[in-house]
């Protein structure tokens, strides 16, 4: 892969990036400068041009995100930065919030003038206690400078922006419960229609885009649309990506490539696998992904062809296995994770997720039966496209492509009635 510069990790290291002082003498808020002197709307349209696509999970465009609020000022309009990192091997905002704030709210500040909200909440996971007072300073001293307040750097334009702590639950992620959350009631999801850009926090038009997507905005208003869009694998495709890259890895971490980088090129940038095994299998975006396997090691990580491969870019958060990996063992932990993490509002997913957990988990101690795996196919079916929100969806992946690409694991869990892999041993000769 040619060589690339990074763009959203660039000041990472660099411990002057958490002073606005710093920041600035970095390039910091050159953005933020040349969008209060741009008409709103042609703020959107250079967002909408760069091609720039939601980095929470869904990918949506996020410039046409922020062309749904509806015009004028009979209500009030809102920001709302997703900062609510929860799922399983899921830890790249969190790099950009302990290292790079400012960045995060002159982003936060650009969208809010183009989409003319007063004020942005930024809704930070309860457990990200170092990330939420690193954000704190700077958004004080963004006060204290006359970057926000009630006329961002002289321009008239009022804007309040604050950081609303979570409580450690992943359903707060989804961006209705977030919203439920955020206005002090319990972190359940609504029933959509109306959707947020319409009736949002507080009844009010919102916009809600994650951590990541937001810190690319300052660098398309600074370097422009086209050359965001010359970074990445087509016009679908722009820009530059964090991918979270954890497990049987030499250096697992955050890593910055062009978004369409291949599989292998990241595992080779990782240091390869751990302890030189073999590759079994992979999930390419988040526990929610559905599993890969190592044929489809040379695939580009980008939201199309993800997605054709059977999976989902999600939230970049690359999970690595090996040959030593239970498969049944990996995803029955999974489900379990789903199962408690469910908020319990809705049938499909109260009573799916917990029964795909008891099921794998039988088979798992030996205790399966040769119908389980069309049962689990079953289950899936019934929570697929049922559930109020898109946890019941995202449970489904890994369990789905469980039986569909490893269905050999099960049959040996259940012929030998018992798992065939060793148990794992943590913290072997100190790793």
Not at 84 to 108: A, V, W, Y
Not at 353 to 361: G, I, Q, S
Not at 398 to 417: A, G, M
Request: net charge neutral.
């Amino acid at each position: 892969m040619a060589a690339f510069e990074p763009v959203l990790t660039k000041n990472v290291g660099k411990p002057e990036a958490l002073t606005l002082k710093g920041y600035r003498q970095l390039g910091g808020y050159e953005g933020l400068t040349k969008a209060l002197t741009m008409e709103p709307d042609a703020i959107i349209d250079e967002v909408k041009k760069s091609g720039l696509r939601g980095r929470g999970g869904a990918g949506f465009p996020a410039g046409m995100k922020w062309s749904f609020i509806p015009k004028g000022k009979d209500k009030p309009k809102y920001l709302v930065c997703n900062a609510d990192e929860s799922e399983p091997g899921t830890f790249k905002d969190r790099l950009l919030m302990e290292n790079d704030p400012h960045q995060l709210i002159e982003g936060c500040a650009i969208c809010c003038y183009a989409v003319s909200a007063n004020t942005c909440y930024i809704y930070i996971r309860g457990e990200y206690v170092k990330s939420a007072v690193i954000l704190e300073q700077a958004l004080k001293e963004a006060y204290e400078a006359g970057i926000l307040g009630d006329s961002v750097q002289g321009s008239g334009f009022k804007l309040n922006m604050y950081i609303h702590r979570g409580a450690g639950a992943y359903i707060c992620g989804e961006e209705t419960g977030m919203l439920e959350s955020l206005e002090g009631k319990r972190g359940q999801p609504r029933v959509k229609p109306p959707f947020p850009a319409v009736v949002g926090a507080f009844g009010a038009p919102t916009v809600i885009n994650n951590v990541e997507t937001l810190c690319n905005v300052p660098h398309i208003l600074t370097h422009g649309a086209d050359w965001f869009k010359s970074i990445g694998t087509d016009e679908r495709n722009t820009g530059p990506k964090l991918y979270a890259i954890s497990g049987h890895v030499d250096r697992p971490g955050t890593y910055e490539y062009p978004i369409g980088v291949t599989f292998r090129e990241m595992l080779d940038g990782a240091g390869g696998m751990w302890r030189g095994r073999q590759l079994k299998a992979f999930i390419p975006g988040g526990a929610s992904a559905p599993i890969l396997k190592p044929d489809q090691i040379d695939i580009k990580m980008d939201f199309d062809t993800v997605a054709k491969a059977g999976s989902m870019l999600g939230s970049a958060a690359v999970i690595v296995m090996d040959e030593t990996t239970c498969m049944v063992r990996s995803v029955a932990r999974l489900a379990k994770f789903f199962n408690h993490e469910s908020c319990g509002q809705c049938t499909p997913c109260r009573e799916g997720t917990n029964w795909m957990e008891l099921v794998l988990k039988r088979l798992e101690h030996g205790e399966g039966t040769e119908s389980d795996a069309q049962k689990l196919l079953s289950i899936c079916k019934n929570i697929g496209g049922q559930s109020l929100c898109a946890l019941g969806d995202a449970a489904i992946g890994p369990v789905k492509s469980l039986v569909d690409r490893f269905p050999e694991e099960i049959e040996q869990h259940v012929r030998e009635r018992a798992c065939p892999f060793p148990q794992p041993r943590y913290f072997e000769n100190g790793a």
